[in-house]
């Protein structure tokens, strides 16, 4: 089994940070592009960044220079810094990633079980 688990949340002021954490574990091949999504309530879930196994990064425009993902590849694990927030970043954040697992010979999405930001003063 294969699962990613997401760390980092919390409440924040406006114009505050924070870092969230996502680990991919188990019987893991390979992964590539890993990101994140979010969801605010009565809103759709949307793609806020992504980045390659290379290292290619992509991003949302309401994010861009606000906010910085990276990786780990050794780690399995996917950042996101998240800079000068705003209320409008309240959501919940969910890491996915693209893995084949050691019994498959595909990779699919994996998604971690979110975790909450909520900016507000």
């Known amino acids: 089994q294969v699962r990613l688990v997401e760390s980092g949340g919390g409440l924040v002021q406006p114009g505050g940070s924070l870092r969230l954490s996502c680990a991919a574990s188990?019987?893991?091949?390979?992964?590539?592009?890993m990101g994140w999504y979010r969801q605010a309530p009565g809103k759709e879930r949307e793609s806020v960044a992504g980045?390659?196994?290379?290292?290619?990064?992509s991003y949302t425009d309401s994010v861009k220079g606000r906010f910085t993902i990276s990786r780990d590849n050794a780690q399995n694990t996917v950042y996101l810094q998240m800079n000068s927030l705003k209320p409008e970043d309240t959501a919940v954040y969910y890491c996915?990633?693209?893995?084949?697992?050691?019994?498959?010979?595909?990779?699919?999405?994996?998604w971690g079980q979110g975790t909450q930001v909520t900016v507000s003063s």
């Open positions: 188990g019987s893991i091949f390979s992964i590539g592009s």
């Open positions: 980045i390659t196994s290379g290292g290619d990064t």
């Open positions: 996915y990633g693209e893995i084949q697992s050691r019994t498959s010979l595909y990779r699919r999405n994996y």
